[in-house]
């Protein structure tokens, strides 16, 4: 009788919890969604095994319902079905097993009329469920809600607004979770399983071919391919057992040093050759218990958010320029605050926390303004309107940590720091953080600013946290800048869809210049089937009976120094430039420039067709173009006033071919059965190599065909052959 009244005890005192009550009230929805429900729906929807059931019901612990036929008592036939009331004991019985750690045997049969007794009432707790559903991650929707939805704009709204925010850190944080405590090696298969109740660390229950008796279990699974999959299972098992090993992720020697943690139940797996590109050291641990303890905290939301029967698919996306809420990201601050923890008092150890971005990547860094595009519940701070200035806040932890790549800690504020901070809108802070978005390989991309209310807020365990969920928000801003390029863009493939770089649309493509040698190649093939006499027609000269070609690149020394010094965007620019005035210099340098047609072919590769110009002509030209590119040139570097750069010291290097038309005819003769295909090809080829060979000698340089030698030679201008005489 004693045990007795101590198991009641601890059950009146763990029921009065409002945390406690709140779990159950949401199990009691989703088991009140299905009306009355088969032993089977009913053990899917509070993780119990049909056995389970079963036992409890020969306890007398639950008394299903049994349909019968006829008038016979003895005509039991069907399932057992679970009315409202057990469905509401089943809810209560659940919060005692996972959080009371009781047994079912200390659970009284008469369990729901002591909830009744002590639980606040129903309409309470569910406004108070409704007022967080703006904001929490996860949600309080009851599980079914988003299937049975009918209308498009209410489907949408929960799906964006509650089923995205938690399966986004759901995914991310366990993909994060298996890099720090694995090492990634491509080609090989690595996971983590969440089991959702709890199993005895023994050898037993970590035999791969045993796995399915954890049961219920969230799986985080990296493929071959580096594709990661996040899914809920009944119970996880391989095809071949045999091929994987299973270790706790936080194994015995640091089970003791370590904090009580749901997440210690966490299984990794990998295969059987790969165990010693497991992690498994305390920072590691340490970091991956925190960030996995709320999705264990609200497996009870699993079957809605991630189970059977969810099959929307939600590209996440932002809108940069209004004032309007990113649910993504505003779920993830008010993670970042849950993950801060709470006090002794129950009050939380963080207090604010905002996402910032800048407001124009078009000026240089040291020069953008950042303002808030996301924030927790409770801060202050106005979406869209909060902002800091290099010009007015010189002191700003978000512009200094965006600026410097840092991570800017303050963990206890000077008199002056407190009063120079807005009060009505942070409060009395004490410490504050600001942690940058992206910057280890770049830029970058924003700050999350979090402050707090005690001195020495954020440790270096914390500061971890922090930034894992800084990498989850970097994926995100990746993704949305992305989406927004492309959305851009995508209607000027409609009128043109053969340019993909607007910076070279006023340029013919290398198709361009294939299909008008091609052309030009027909025009002969049809002359000389039809014997006639071999010319192709010009712009302005009439017919003419020889066709040739100039390739120009700027030397490689040149590029890699324009890369290495000021970045692949600059030296995209000095291509364009290069082409602009090439296409500028043409009606100086080429007295009949209408029969010249420029191409860019790539990168900083361009091509010349000449039609009536002798091989001294073509030469000659080429020597001149040369010349002219020589030197500096200014690149425009973005749209802004002022944005030039001016590059010095550019040099280039030229290819020269050059064909008569009986040479061509040749070619095409039906005895040398070459089709234009395979002739234009040649053509191609041998520029091609002509310019290569200007690349190979260094650069600054002409290589021409020579007829006498049958074979390209650098070219050598008149003053060059005067000196060498």
Same mark, same amino acid.
């Given at each position: 009788?004693?045990?007795?009244?101590?198991?009641?005890?601890?059950?009146?005192?763990?029921?009065?919890?409002?945390?406690?009550?709140?779990?159950?009230?949401?199990?009691?929805?989703?088991?009140?969604?299905?009306?009355?429900?088969?032993?089977?729906?009913a053990?899917?929807?509070?993780g119990?095994?049909?056995?389970?059931?079963?036992?409890?019901e020969?306890?007398?612990?639950?008394?299903?319902?049994?349909p019968?036929?006829?008038t016979?008592?003895?005509?039991v036939?069907g399932?057992?079905?679970?009315?409202?009331?057990?469905?509401d004991?089943?809810?209560?019985?659940?919060?005692?097993?996972?959080e009371?750690?009781?047994?079912?045997?200390?659970?009284?049969?008469?369990?729901?009329?002591?909830?009744s007794?002590?639980?606040?009432?129903?309409?309470?707790?569910?406004?108070?469920?409704?007022?967080?559903?703006?904001?929490?991650l996860?949600?309080?929707?009851?599980?079914?809600?988003?299937?049975?939805?009918?209308?498009?704009?209410k489907?949408?709204?929960i799906?964006y607004?509650?089923?995205?925010?938690?399966?986004?850190y759901?995914?991310?944080?366990?993909?994060?979770?298996l890099?720090?405590?694995?090492?990634?090696?491509?080609?090989?298969?690595?996971?983590?399983?969440?089991p959702?109740?709890?199993?005895?660390?023994d050898?037993p229950?970590?035999?791969?071919?045993?796995?399915?008796?954890?049961?219920?279990?969230?799986i985080?699974?990296?493929?071959?391919?580096?594709a990661?999959?996040?899914?809920?299972?009944?119970?996880p098992?391989?095809?071949?057992?045999?091929?994987?090993?299973?270790?706790?992720?936080?194994?015995?020697?640091?089970?003791?040093?370590?904090?009580?943690?749901?997440?210690?139940?966490?299984l990794?797996?990998?295969?059987?050759?790969?165990?010693?590109?497991?992690?498994h050291?305390?920072?590691?641990?340490r970091t991956?218990?925190?960030?996995?303890?709320?999705?264990?905290?609200e497996?009870m939301?699993?079957?809605?958010?991630?189970g059977?029967?969810?099959?929307d698919?939600?590209?996440?996306?932002?809108?940069?320029?209004?004032?309007l809420?990113?649910?993504?990201?505003?779920?993830?601050?008010?993670?970042?605050?849950?993950?801060?923890?709470?006090?002794?008092?129950?009050?939380?150890?963080?207090q604010?926390c905002?996402?910032?971005?800048?407001?124009?990547?078009?000026?240089?860094?040291?020069q953008?303004?950042?303002v808030?595009?996301?924030?927790?519940?409770?801060?202050?701070?106005?979406?869209?309107?909060?902002?800091?200035?290099?010009?007015?806040?010189?002191?700003?932890l978000s512009?200094?940590?965006?600026?410097?790549?840092?991570?800017?800690?303050?963990?206890?504020?000077?008199?002056?720091?407190?009063?120079?901070?807005?009060r009505?809108?942070?409060g009395?802070?004490?410490?504050?953080?600001?942690?940058?978005?992206?910057?280890?390989t770049?830029?970058?991309?924003?700050?999350?600013?979090?402050t707090?209310?005690?001195?020495?807020?954020?440790?270096?365990?914390?500061?971890?946290?922090l930034?894992?969920?800084?990498?989850?928000?970097?994926?995100?801003? +990746?993704?949305?800048?992305?989406?927004? @390029? =492309?959305?851009?863009? !995508?209607?000027d &493939? *409609?009128?043109?869809?053969g /340019?993909?770089?607007?910076l070279?649309k006023d340029?013919?493509?290398?198709?361009?210049?294939?299909?008008?040698l091609?052309?030009?190649?027909h025009t002969?093939?049809?002359?000389?089937?039809?014997?006639q006499?071999?010319?192709i027609?010009?712009?302005?000269?009439g017919?003419?009976?020889?066709?040739s070609?100039?390739?120009i690149?700027?030397?490689?020394?040149?590029?890699?120094l324009?890369a290495n010094?000021?970045?692949?965007?600059?030296?995209?620019?000095?291509?364009?430039?290069?082409?602009?005035?090439?296409?500028?210099?043409?009606?100086?340098l080429?007295?009949? +420039?209408l029969n010249?047609?420029?191409? @860019? =072919?790539?990168?900083? !590769?361009?091509? &010349? *067709?000449?039609?009536?110009f /002798?091989?001294?002509?073509?030469?000659?030209?080429?020597?001149?173009?040369?010349?002219?590119?020589?030197?500096?040139?200014?690149?425009k570097?973005?749209?802004?006033?002022?944005a030039?750069?001016?590059?010095?010291?550019?040099?280039?290097?030229?290819?020269?071919?050059?064909?008569?038309?009986?040479?061509?005819a040749?070619?095409l003769?039906?005895?040398?059965?070459?089709?234009?295909?395979?002739?234009?090809s040649?053509l191609y080829?041998?520029?091609?190599?002509?310019?290569k060979?200007?690349?190979?000698?260094?650069?600054?340089?002409?290589?021409?065909?020579?007829?006498?030698?049958?074979?390209?030679?650098? @070219?050598?201008?008149?003053?060059?052959?005067?000196?060498?005489?």
């Open positions: 009788m004693a045990m007795d009244e101590r198991n009641l005890q601890r059950i009146a005192r763990h029921l009065k919890d409002e945390v406690a009550q709140r779990r159950v009230y949401h199990n009691i929805q989703r088991g009140r969604n299905e009306v009355t429900v088969t032993i089977g729906r053990s899917r929807l509070f119990f095994s049909e056995s389970q059931l079963r036992d409890w020969k306890m007398g612990l639950i008394k299903p319902i049994r019968r036929e006829g016979d008592a003895r005509q036939t399932q057992r079905q679970y009315s409202f009331t057990e469905l004991k089943l809810a209560i019985i659940r919060e005692l097993l996972d009371a750690h009781l047994t079912p045997g200390a659970i009284p049969p008469n369990i729901d009329e002591i909830w007794a002590l639980a606040s009432p129903l309409n309470t707790s569910q406004q108070i469920f409704e007022e967080e559903t703006d904001y929490t996860p949600s309080d929707i009851p599980g079914d809600l988003a299937t049975q939805t009918e209308h498009i704009n489907r949408v709204t799906a607004r509650e089923s995205l925010p938690w399966r986004v759901a995914s991310r944080v366990l993909w994060l979770a890099l720090l405590i694995y090492e990634d090696i491509p080609g090989f298969y690595a996971g983590l399983i969440l959702a109740h709890d199993y005895r660390p050898e229950s970590l035999d791969p071919a045993n796995l399915r008796t954890l049961g219920e279990s969230l985080g699974w990296l493929g071959q391919t580096r990661f999959f996040t899914f809920l299972t009944p119970e098992l391989f095809e071949y057992p045999s091929d994987y090993i299973v270790l706790p992720l936080c194994p015995p020697e640091l089970r003791m040093q370590l904090p009580a943690s749901l997440a210690t139940r966490t990794i797996v990998v295969q059987r050759d790969e165990i010693q590109h497991v992690r050291n305390e920072k590691a641990v991956v218990l925190r960030l996995l303890e709320p999705l264990y905290e497996q939301h699993w079957h809605h958010y991630i059977e029967g969810m099959q698919i939600i590209a996440p996306g932002m809108d940069f320029t209004p004032k809420t990113d649910a993504v990201l505003t779920g993830l601050t008010n993670m970042t605050i849950r993950l801060g923890g709470k006090n002794a008092d129950g009050q939380t150890r963080w604010d905002c996402i910032f971005l800048p407001t124009n990547t078009n000026v240089p860094l040291q953008r303004s950042l808030v595009r996301a924030k927790s519940q409770h801060a202050r701070h106005t979406i869209g309107v909060t902002s800091v200035s290099p010009e007015r806040h010189v002191t700003s512009l200094r940590a965006y600026q410097s790549s840092h991570i800017i800690y303050r963990p206890e504020l000077a008199r002056e720091d407190i009063l120079a901070l807005h009505e809108i942070e009395p802070i004490h410490s504050n953080i600001a942690v940058p978005i992206g910057g280890e770049g830029l970058p991309l924003g700050v999350m600013y979090v707090s209310y005690e001195r020495d807020a954020f440790s270096e365990e914390d500061q971890r946290i930034r894992m969920i800084g990498k989850i928000c970097e994926e995100l801003l +990746h993704t949305y800048s992305i989406r927004q @390029h =492309i959305s851009d863009t !995508i209607a &493939l *409609l009128e043109d869809p /340019t993909v770089d607007p070279f340029f013919a493509s290398e198709h361009d210049f294939l299909q008008d091609a052309e030009i190649l002969i093939k049809g002359q000389v089937t039809h014997k006499v071999w010319t027609p010009t712009e302005m000269d017919p003419v009976k020889e066709i070609f100039i390739a690149d700027i030397d490689s020394m040149v590029q890699e324009i010094s000021y970045g692949d965007q600059t030296l995209h620019h000095l291509h364009k430039a290069i082409g602009l005035r090439i296409h500028d210099l043409l009606p100086a080429f007295s009949n +420039h010249c047609q420029l191409y @860019h =072919i790539y990168g900083g !590769i361009y091509c &010349l *067709l000449l039609r009536g /002798t091989l001294e002509r073509t030469k000659n030209n080429a020597e001149r173009l040369r010349k002219a590119l020589e030197g500096s040139i200014a690149v570097q973005s749209d802004l006033p002022g030039a750069l001016t590059l010095p010291d550019i040099s280039v290097h030229l290819g020269v071919t050059w064909y008569p038309y009986d040479k061509l040749e070619f003769a039906p005895h040398h059965m070459r089709s234009v295909t395979d002739v234009r040649t080829h041998s520029l091609e190599f002509a310019l060979l200007g690349t190979d000698t260094g650069g600054n340089i002409i290589y021409a065909w020579d007829p006498i030698t049958q074979t390209y030679t650098p @070219h050598q201008s008149g003053e060059e052959q005067q000196k060498n005489r």
